[in-house]
């Protein structure tokens, strides 16, 4: 039962583009979310996050959009550099309560390829 | 300086045989976790540790045990290792927002 869901395996941009990965979640649980970026051979990277209470969270050239309703999360890279090239994951935790750990459900990840 | 660091980065031995992966982190964080990577690229949490609080992820065989000597270590031990065991593990941790991984070891089974 995968709880977030990232549906496209692959995507691929021109460099100088717009990068749009987009995540679906069916926990209404879910509070936090958070988006990572991988390399091969490394442990994922933090890249930006968006509590339910807010529906944008921006930094620098990326962009995490939420929608509440629809329970979809999209991040939004402007403009694609080949150094963006990476999987990406999308996460979400519940809430919790003061003293316990946030544990992260991943998506299965999208390999994004930027084309110089 | 590294954040979360976790060895060996590579792991191979046989069916039956115990091992240990060790973690590290000097972030000054809480909570640490264990998550596997499995065949399929996802990604699961297996333990969180926060302040001798355990929580298991209740699908992990309890061949799997972690143990928290202090708070900036938490080690994974695998007992009488199965081919289904190979994958990536991932020892991460966080105070209360994004979680920092360190960056894996494949373990793999022959």
């Known amino acids: 039962d995968q709880q977030v869901k990232q549906n496209s395996p692959s995507l691929s941009v021109q460099e100088g583009r717009i990068s749009i990965l987009n995540c679906d979640y069916t926990n209404s649980m879910f509070d936090y979310f958070l988006w990572y970026k991988k390399y091969p051979a490394e442990g994922p990277t933090f890249l930006i996050s968006i509590s339910s209470i807010k529906d944008k969270n921006e930094d620098g050239r990326f962009t995490v959009f939420l929608n509440k309703s629809a329970k979809h999360l999209s991040l939004h890279i402007v403009p694609s550099q080949p150094g963006d090239s990476a999987v990406y994951f999308c996460?979400?935790?519940?809430?919790?309560?003061?003293?316990?750990?946030?544990?992260?459900?991943f998506g299965s990840g999208t390999q994004l390829t930027v084309l110089p | 300086d590294t954040a979360v660091s976790q060895t060996p980065k590579y792991l191979v031995t046989q069916m039956g045989n115990d091992k240990s992966i060790k973690c590290e982190q000097n972030?000054?964080?809480?909570?640490m976790y264990w998550y596997k990577q499995d065949s399929k690229k996802f990604l699961k949490i297996m333990f969180s540790y926060n302040n001798k609080e355990l929580i298991i992820n209740e699908t992990v065989p309890n061949r799997f045990s972690p143990k928290s000597p202090d708070k900036a270590h938490l080690n994974l031990h695998i007992n009488s290792l199965e081919l289904g065991d190979s994958a990536v593990y991932f020892c991460a941790s966080s105070r209360t927002g994004e979680a920092f991984f360190g960056q894996g070891t494949r373990l793999t089974v022959v």
């Open positions: 972030l000054g964080h809480d909570t």
């Open positions: 996460a979400a935790s519940p809430f919790f309560t003061s003293g316990s750990a946030r544990q992260l459900t």
